[in-house]
């Protein structure tokens, strides 16, 4: 992975030569290597949508896939696409030229979605829901025109984890971001490669190659919202027993419908029992659970 300055995408030029920058870079690349395998990802001759916002997760998700394209690793064909929303203060020129720099295949569409969800969104309510929604829409859009199969997100670990606990809190269920999905119309997939990727990976990747990082000012800058408050409780938990979310997470892959309560997992009332089958009480065998 580590070879010779004319042997490296250009993404990875001037990455740091410490040790610990080699094994944050090479525990990201594995993470997403085998989310990749995992999930059943790959599609030999696909094209890929990878969605950039300008954030320290896409840049992550964009450098990590090219690195593993340059390796032979992943059979596809990339390209990058940043939405430009509209938002007030959007550096516009900022990833184009970087892209540019970078060699990578690349589309810009601008779309004023923001001044959609500013006229729609109440007063006082945050704007997550609908510029999700709007985004997404033009994203598919841009999938079709551009030949893709699949649309590409920057989700990690810690936005599935999140969700998860926003659904339980707020939503009544147990859901979270899948690491593979088909959209609604059946036409794209939506992957998740950094699904097993830490977000502090990230910030720790995106932060030492110096990529030139873009706030979002559009719903990152509203105060309360509840994916902040996850994190603060996710937080505190990390703090208290270091590990936590990774346990957490590790939970999230090891489901058992039985041992949950709904009837549409599993079939309670058909549940029978082995009449013939006897409990000796002087016995210390304790009956397994099924």
């Known amino acids: 992975m580590f070879d010779e300055a004319d042997d490296i995408h250009p993404l990875f030029a001037g990455a740091p030569t410490s040790t610990e920058f080699k094994k944050l870079r090479k525990r990201i690349v594995r993470h997403t290597r085998e989310a990749i395998e995992q999930y059943g990802m790959i599609e030999p001759g696909a094209r890929w949508l990878v969605c950039l916002s300008g954030g320290k997760d896409s840049y992550t998700l964009l450098a990590v896939l090219h690195e593993l394209k340059w390796r032979g690793l992943l059979p596809v064909d990339i390209l990058a696409c940043n939405l430009d929303q509209g938002q007030p203060g959007f550096p516009a020129t900022v990833l184009p030229e970087f892209l540019e720099k970078m060699g990578v295949p690349h589309r810009i569409e601008y779309q004023d979605t923001y001044s959609i969800v500013v006229d729609k969104v109440p007063a006082g309510r945050t704007f997550c829901a609908l510029c999700s929604r709007l985004r997404r829409g033009n994203l598919y859009r841009i999938a079709r025109e551009e030949g893709c199969s699949a649309v590409v997100l920057g989700h990690h670990r810690d936005d599935i984890l999140e969700t998860f606990f926003m659904n339980l809190f707020h939503g009544g269920r147990l859901a979270t971001m899948p690491?593979?999905?088909v959209n609604e119309e059946g036409d794209?997939?939506?992957?998740r490669p950094l699904?097993?990727?830490a977000e502090a990976d990230c910030e720790k990747f995106a932060t030492a190659m110096n990529y030139p990082i873009i706030p979002c000012d559009l719903c990152g800058s509203q105060d309360g919202?509840?994916?902040?408050q996850v994190k603060q409780i996710l937080d505190g938990w990390e703090r208290n027993?270091?590990?936590?979310?990774q346990v957490m997470f590790r939970a999230l892959t090891n489901a058992r419908p039985s041992h949950?309560?709904?009837p549409k997992l599993f079939d309670f009332a058909g549940l029978t029992r082995d009449a013939e089958a006897e409990f000796d009480e002087k016995s210390n065998e304790i009956p397994s659970l099924r």
């Open 241 to 245: 027993s270091p590990g936590r979310r």
């Open 260 to 262: 949950l309560l709904d």
């Open 179 to 181: 690491p593979k999905l």
């Open 188 to 191: 794209l997939f939506v992957y």
């Open 225 to 228: 919202l509840q994916r902040q």
């Open 195 to 197: 699904a097993h990727v």
